[in-house]
């Protein structure tokens, strides 16, 4: 399952560095593009300034070298050398007209400073036709100490103005990253479709395999029990009887847990609780479980702490969460050796089941308790299952308030906690 997953896995981190990548230059462009409506602004500003001392006489030496009498202190504001005071109605007809000549359409404010004064004479708000009105109030002009009189033009509106030139190219890099958002949902939506859909198979190869060999035995059974002169055998006819009975009764377990294992998925674990020992229960999940420890030899310890062991919970979902626990410990250990322990935490009770068993990788100890989930990379187990029994017991634990976690180093066996409150 994890293998199939790869490939998509790989093409999910190839396309979202891909994205990041496209993410990064669209915002490298953006800047780049707020840079050059920033030069454009400038070099406008610069030719209707040009424009308007070519149209008036503000300055005794008309030379054409204009960046000598301009100074550009901060980008919003100009400030225009003047020797002379210029026949105001004109330099305001004139400025209007060399800014929306060169296509300047934001905020204008102009004002004339007297070097004598060091103030203001003259403020004048520049009505540009279309120009850009920012919502919020304008800033009044700075007033720059200088040596000689200027003509102020400040463009308090200057960085939202060359905003708003961009606005085509917001909104398509905003399209972009929708469009890709929406790619890397669709992208997601498939893994987690692909997931499933594998996870579905290997639960239905697992269901069949675990039902197949019982029904092959029961059928060899029956064929044998159908022999003519059976019934001259009566040892073997009450051997293949008692083969057919242990088949049944596994087949009728499995399919109990099943049943059990789905209803529990679609309903909301129903409890009944009661007070009793859990060290019982645990007494009671060995002793269930008598067929396999023989059957792998296995050893169980038992270490019970002498208080602190009576709880309130559901005894019959309580026995089959401790079934599965100690049938994993058993089924992924090659000479299972388990220890199973109580001991109290605060007002807790703790129930640990150690085995030495061929331990669950790091990465993978948090998925064990999803659904379906089943370690099949590595050492591929041949312990058969349906990855649906620890899914179950957090299920029935976290329904108590209770909770569950797992230590475990591979090949050096696993311990699964349990921890619920005392009663
Ligand atoms: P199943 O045992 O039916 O596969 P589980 O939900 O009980 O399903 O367990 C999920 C997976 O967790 C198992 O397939 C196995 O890989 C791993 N696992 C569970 N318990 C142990 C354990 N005690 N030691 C090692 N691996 C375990």
């Known amino acids: 399952m994890v293998i199939r997953s790869k490939t998509l896995r790989f093409v999910i981190l190839i396309s979202t560095v891909l994205v990041t990548i496209i993410i990064a230059v669209q915002l490298f462009w953006l800047q780049k593009v707020y840079k050059y409506e920033e030069k454009q602004f400038n070099i406008n500003v610069s030719k209707s300034i040009r424009g308007l001392y070519r149209d008036m006489q503000m300055v005794n030496d008309v030379s054409d070298n204009v960046q000598k009498v301009v100074e550009n202190p901060n980008p919003d504001l100009y400030l225009l050398r003047i020797d002379c005071n210029p026949y105001l109605d004109s330099l305001w007809l004139n400025l209007k007209a ?41 800033t009044a002009i700075p007033v720059l100490k200088r040596d000689y009189s200027y003509v102020a033009l400040f463009f308090p509106h200057r960085g939202e103005y060359i905003l708003k030139q961009m606005y085509f190219w917001m909104g398509s890099g905003g399209l972009l990253l929708l469009v890709l958002i929406a790619f890397g949902a669709s992208i997601f939506y498939l893994y987690r479709q692909k997931f499933l859909n594998e996870t579905q198979k290997d639960f239905v190869n697992n269901f069949t395999h675990e039902f197949k060999t019982p029904l092959a035995v029961i059928k060899i059974a029956a064929e044998v029990l159908q022999q003519p002169n059976i019934a001259d055998k009566p040892e073997k006819l009450k051997n293949y009887a008692a083969i057919i009975d242990e088949q049944t009764t596994h087949l009728q377990a499995q399919t109990q847990r099943l049943l059990e294992i789905a209803y529990t998925d679609s309903n909301k ?20 479980l008598h067929p396999l420890i023989e059957q792998k030899n296995a050893t169980i310890e038992t270490s019970f702490s002498h208080n602190g062991n009576m709880v309130t919970a559901d005894k019959y979902y309580m ?19 388990i220890l199973i322990s109580t001991y109290t935490e605060g007002k807790d009770c703790c ?24 370690v099949t990379e590595g050492e591929l187990h041949t312990a058969k299952g ?3 029994g620890l899914n179950f017991v ?8 209770g909770k569950i976690d797992v230590k475990s180093m591979p090949g050096n066996g696993s311990i699964f906690t349990i921890k619920i409150a005392t009663s």
């Open 98 to 138: 060399e800014l929306t000549d060169f296509d300047v359409y934001t905020d204008c404010e102009a004002a004339i400073y007297s070097h004598e004064k060091n103030a203001f004479t003259n403020e004048q708000y520049i009505d540009l036709p279309d120009a850009y009105h920012a919502p919020k109030e304008s």
């Open 319 to 337: 026995l089959l969460a401790f079934i599965n626990l100690v049938e994993n410990a058993i089924k992924y250990s090659t000479d299972p050796k």
């Open 386 to 388: 349906f990855g649906l």
């Open 269 to 288: 674990v129903p409890l009944e609780k009661e007070k009793f020992d859990i060290t019982a229960l645990l007494q009671q999940a060995i002793t269930d």
């Open 394 to 401: 957090k299920k029935v634990i976290d329904a108590h308030g």
């Open 351 to 374: 129930i640990a089941i150690k085995d030495n068993g061929i331990g669950i990788k790091e990465e993978h100890q948090k998925k064990i308790f999803d659904r379906f989930f089943r």
